[in-house]
């Protein structure tokens, strides 16, 4: 069996859930429990606090982009050694790519996992309603396991009385925790959420704050009580040896370039890829003996001024690309090689001039939510025909289409029509997509096999 583990839910977005996550990680971890956190969906930004939070690396588990065996597998060997496996859900608890089913939910996973649901309600202004707003939660579908409730923004201790006297009396699912209006500490916020996490902004200090508050409110012995009734059962054991080093891959990694899916970098490594971090904003150049580079998401709008004045490394990349090595770019790292920059003021910074047209960033978000990729050329994944899946999650878009080759056609969940998009130039491929490639270990391996050829003389 796998660790004890319980998936905090939400009623809807925006009723605190990452706050208590968050806290009930960083309590659970100073309580000197190995405490393996996971995120429901295709988020990159609530999995870099989850990890600050708890000391270990924090997953993703996407019931569309990848398939319930991954999912489980994922799941088994990441927490294999922990004492508590947390997961925060995404939206609210049945709110996914489908409206018409779970797919892509929260509620999809804790059905995979046989996990137990904590409940993060809304309780301002509510009495017996709120037991009616659980009961809801609880009775839509019986076989997802709402084990506690924990009220958020409570108006007083006799509030929170009423709330578990109104759940106790309807035969519902008991009140786990209470936190009082204005109790959690805020959090930075920006563009779909929470800002990338990093020491500066998630302190020590304010996650001290967020396991004080859950300490004070929730009943931390119950709900690792309720962890343990999750029936997840153990995945297949990991092979413990690494293959060895067929190519070298370049990772843009600094506080421009950082969304990147543990396990896509992990299964790149199992398939021989040799991980070699780098900063586009720091570093003066490439590291030495690179076969390629992957260019990650991130937000390289902000540090625009400072990536176009590094012409050391702009010129590095320049060479590497003209010597016909390969460079793979999703979303940021896709305006990285773009001519320049555009930002909300009008500025415009130039970049790599790897692709030729500029991007701009937009008031409003551009493009959010799942795609489905499919090959309409042989590409780094693939042959034509690959079918892999991803998301979009951007704010910045192409003044003009690429005068180059495309090697997608993408569909998006909302069923509009299909587009070209995957810009091919030289030995350069770019997208907007974030892929989800790790559960797809076929493409992993012709990626890396297209390393290999290119860096053959």
Known sequence: MSAPCLVIAGTQSGVGKTSITLGLVAALTRRGLRVQTFKVGP??????YL???SGRPCLNLDGWMSDREYVMDCFAQA??????????GVMGMFDGADPAGLAGSTAEIAQWLGAPVLLVANAHGAGRSFAAMVHGFATFLPEIQVAGVIANRCGSARHAEVLGISLESAGLPRLSGAVARGGLPELPSRHLGL???????LTSDLLGKLADAVEASVDLDGVLELAKRAQSAAAAPATGEMPPTIARLGVARDEAFHFYYPDNLAAL??????????SPLHDSGLPDGLDGIYLGGGYPEEFAAQLSSNTDMLGSIRAFAAAGRPIYAECGGLMFLSAGIETLDGTRHPMLGLLPAWTRMCAARKSLGYMEVTTTRDCPWGPPGTV?????????????????????????RRGTP???EGYLTGSIFASYVHLHFASRPECVRHFTH???????P
Do not use: N
């Open 418 to 420: 299909p587009r070209a």
């Open 43 to 48: 988020d990159f930004l609530d999995p870099t």
């Open 79 to 88: 927490s294999a050694d922990a004492d508590v496996a947390i997961v925060e």
């Open 195 to 201: 800002v990338t996490a990093d020491g500066r902004l």
């Open 450 to 456: 297209h390393l290999l050829k290119s860096c053959k």
């Open 269 to 278: 490594e199992r398939a021989g890829c040799e991980i070699v971090q780098f």
């Open 51 to 53: 990890a600050l939070a």
């Open 388 to 412: 892999l899946r991803g998301h979009e999650f951007h704010y910045s878009e192409l003044i003009e289409t690429p005068a180059c080759e495309t090697g997608y056609e993408i569909r998006s």
